[in-house]
């Protein structure tokens, strides 16, 4: 299994610009998370689907995100407009109910916006 | 609401020195206990879990943890590190049940010298 997989690894983009962050999550994995990492808040959780539906999306911070999951293989985090204060590493995981709560994380999206 | 501090930010030691990372939770229910690891370069990756049973659990890579539930307290140890357990180590906390939402500390990072 090719694991958790994010794209771009890196992005770079203008204040104002929009920014579209991509996951596909471990086939089989019914739970999907995205998190935002940084160096003064550490692991944040922006919001977490089961079976395509978004649960939980307290954590995302305004109304410029937006997160999607039109099926079981794929995820989108969307950022319109973008901040500087947006920059920050942007992970996504995966889990399978009943797996133990073992999270498995791509590689993040480094994200920097000037 | 919950929260998860960890102590160190930064520690550093020398090849077959003990290491304890301590880890603390404010949440009076049952809880679920995690620690991540973040080698340099690669994404987050489960080290070991306490959900319930003996309050001593063991991880991979010769780590182990104690959840002290009076204390609050779930501190990772290693008897003697090696320059390969230098990264950054992420204690993380969540409700028992069907909540799949982990709360976080800020992590600790960690650099052994050989």
Same mark, same amino acid.
């Given at each position: ?31 999907? #998370? ?39 293989? #794929? ?40 | ?10 520690? !550093? ?20 206990? $995690? ?8 994404? *987050? ?5 306490? $959900? ?7 991880? !991979?890579?010769? $780590?182990?943890?104690?959840? !002290? ?6 501190? *990772? ?25 982990? !709360?976080?500390? *800020? ?8």
């Amino acid at each position: 299994d090719a694991g958790v997989i994010q794209s771009p690894r890196h992005e770079v983009t203008e204040m104002g610009q929009e920014v579209t962050l991509r996951c596909k999550p471990i086939s089989g994995h019914n739970s999907l #998370f995205w998190y935002r990492q940084t160096m003064m808040r550490g692991l944040e959780l922006l919001i977490y689907f089961n079976n395509n539906v978004p649960i939980d999306d307290s954590g995302m911070p305004e109304d410029r995100f937006s997160a999607k999951m039109p099926n079981a293989s #794929f995820s989108t985090l969307k950022i319109q407009p973008s901040e500087p204060r947006d920059s920050a590493v942007y992970f996504c995981a995966s889990s399978r109910q009943g797996g133990g709560e073992k999270l498995f994380f791509g590689s993040g999206t480094q994200l920097s916006v000037l | 609401a919950q929260s998860v501090s960890q102590h160190n930010h930064h520690v !550093i030691l020398s090849e077959a020195a003990s290491l304890e990372l301590g880890c603390n939770y404010s949440y009076g229910g049952t809880v679920n206990l $995690f620690w991540y690891v973040q080698y340099p370069g690669q994404h *987050l990756q489960l080290l070991l879990k306490y $959900f319930s049973g003996d309050p001593l659990v063991k991880g !991979i890579k010769g $780590f182990e943890a104690e959840f !002290i539930k009076s204390k609050f307290s779930f501190n *990772l140890r290693k008897p003697s590190v090696q320059w390969s357990d230098t990264a950054e180590y992420f204690c993380a906390v969540k409700s028992a049940g069907n909540n799949r939402k982990l !709360i976080w500390g *800020l992590g600790t990072s960690l650099a052994v010298n050989p």
